[in-house]
């Protein structure tokens, strides 16, 4: 089944402790993307990748780090995580040309304490 | 003193009636845009897209039409059945970049039975 899966679902963490959060997609898509939602702000985007070792800032990338090492996968790195990073985070990927027709993740939960 | 919440923009319809979502848009240069929809507990979906060459594109049950003399794009649902209730988002490729891509802050569509 092609699908755009994230780990953990769920996320209680503390303030400046690192955390990742992972990012797989097994359809060869070139391109993936981060978001963060936030009631009343919608989607944001903070990373994107178009492809292998290929990665730039979207909306707002401050406190938040990505890789791509490999095609499928796009973990995001908080570094040290603040209570305003508290969000609902969306993976999305696709194939380059067509990022407009993203398939998302199921969502990550993240609480900062 | 008083905090003011930020809300989202709702529409409540009757099923079977037709539903319009607006979206405004501030970049006269956008040419290209794009619907999606989020059911609760779920990551965004691809609905419809539009380039600024067209005014009108219709898929099934859904039109989106565009007006750029106000910058102003709707999405048009017809017949709405009680599986349309989500929020619906209008984006846009941003910063002149194709792969960065802006989210309005949605609207949510109830469909009452």
């Known amino acids: 089944e092609a699908q755009v899966t994230q780990n953990p679902r769920y996320l209680i963490t503390v303030t400046g402790k690192k955390l990742t959060v992972t990012c797989s997609q097994n359809m060869n898509h070139e391109y993936m993307s981060w978001y963060r939602q936030d009631p009343g702000l919608g989607l944001r985007q903070i990373y994107y990748?178009?492809?292998?070792?290929?990665?730039d800032k979207g909306d707002v990338p401050e406190g938040y780090k990505v890789s791509r090492k490999e095609k499928r996968n796009f973990p995001l790195i908080l570094e040290s995580p603040s209570p305003n990073q508290t969000s609902l985070y969306f993976c999305?990927?696709?194939?380059?040309?067509?990022?407009?027709?993203?398939?998302f993740g199921p969502g990550t939960r993240l609480l900062v304490l | 003193g008083e905090s003011v919440g930020l809300h989202l923009p709702t529409l409540s319809v009757q099923e079977g009636d037709n539903s319009i979502i607006n979206c405004a848009y501030s970049?006269?240069?956008?040419?290209?845009f794009i619907w999606y929809k989020q059911e609760s507990g779920k990551g965004p979906q691809f609905i419809i897209d539009?380039?600024?060459?067209?005014d009108k594109r219709q898929g099934q049950r859904v039109t989106v039409l565009l007006n750029k003399t106000v910058k102003h794009l709707s999405l048009q649902i017809a017949a709405t059945q009680p599986g349309d209730s989500a929020v619906y988002f209008c984006a846009e490729p941003s910063g002149g970049s194709n792969y960065k891509l802006t989210f309005g802050k949605g609207t949510l569509l109830t469909v009452n039975p």
């Open positions: 970049n006269s240069a956008s040419d290209y």
């Open positions: 990748s178009m492809n292998v070792e290929v990665t």
């Open positions: 539009i380039r600024s060459n067209m």
């Open positions: 999305a990927s696709s194939l380059l040309g067509t990022q407009e027709t993203q398939y």
